[in-house]
């Protein structure tokens, strides 16, 4: 797909503030999923997404929770998952469903192999790379035409 957008980063707020860039151009609805290895830097973006959006608490991985909730001044919320331990859908999978559907939720998931089936075709899908200590390669999949021209607004935002 041509609206691919590829981004290098060298050090964690670099990729907090590129989040921070993304964050701000949603709306509720959307759904992000962050994939990188174990320590690439899928959290540090959710930081990043969060703090753009006024949340003032803390952003860790709810990798035994599964699911953490971050509600906004402005109403919205973002629902941010890692189901790095989940092998299965199951209520997971459900609950997720519902989020989806819902306008004041963004939702964020981390390790989403055993949900990928729950997830809508126009999600917009964040690949970090490692390549370095502090160096990441971080494209930018839209799934669909909403995500895709979300992603057209980032990449003029972030090269003006
Ligand atoms: P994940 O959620 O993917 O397991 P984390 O965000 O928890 O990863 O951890 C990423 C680690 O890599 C953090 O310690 C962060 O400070 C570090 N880091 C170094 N350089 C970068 C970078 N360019 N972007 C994001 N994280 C980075
Ligand atoms: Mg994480």
Redesign the pocket.
């Known amino acids: 797909m041509d609206s691919v957008y590829e981004v290098r980063?060298?050090?964690?707020t670099?990729?907090?503030t590129l989040a921070s860039k993304l964050a701000v151009l949603l709306k509720g609805g959307e759904v992000i999923e962050?994939t990188?290895?174990?320590?690439?830097?899928?959290?540090?973006?959710?930081?990043g997404m969060a703090a753009a959006l006024g949340y003032d608490g803390e952003v860790?991985?709810p990798t035994f929770t599964l699911s953490n909730i971050y509600r906004l001044t402005s109403g919205l919320e973002i629902h941010h998952y890692?189901l790095y331990r989940l092998n299965e859908g199951g209520v997971v999978g459900d609950e997720l469903s519902e989020d989806m559907g819902d306008p004041v939720i963004i939702t964020v998931i981390?390790w989403a192999g055993a949900v990928s089936a729950n997830l809508p075709a126009d999600k917009l899908r964040v690949e970090?790379e490692?390549v370095g200590?502090?160096?990441?390669l971080?494209r930018f999949l839209p799934g669909g035409p909403e995500s895709a021209r979300i992603v057209e607004e980032l990449k003029q935002a972030n090269e003006k």
Request: a negative charge; hydrophobic letters at 15%.
């Open positions: 980063t060298s050090s964690s670099e990729t907090r962050l990188s290895d174990l320590g690439g830097g899928k959290t540090t973006f959710t930081q860790t991985s890692d981390e970090i490692r200590d502090d160096h990441r971080i």
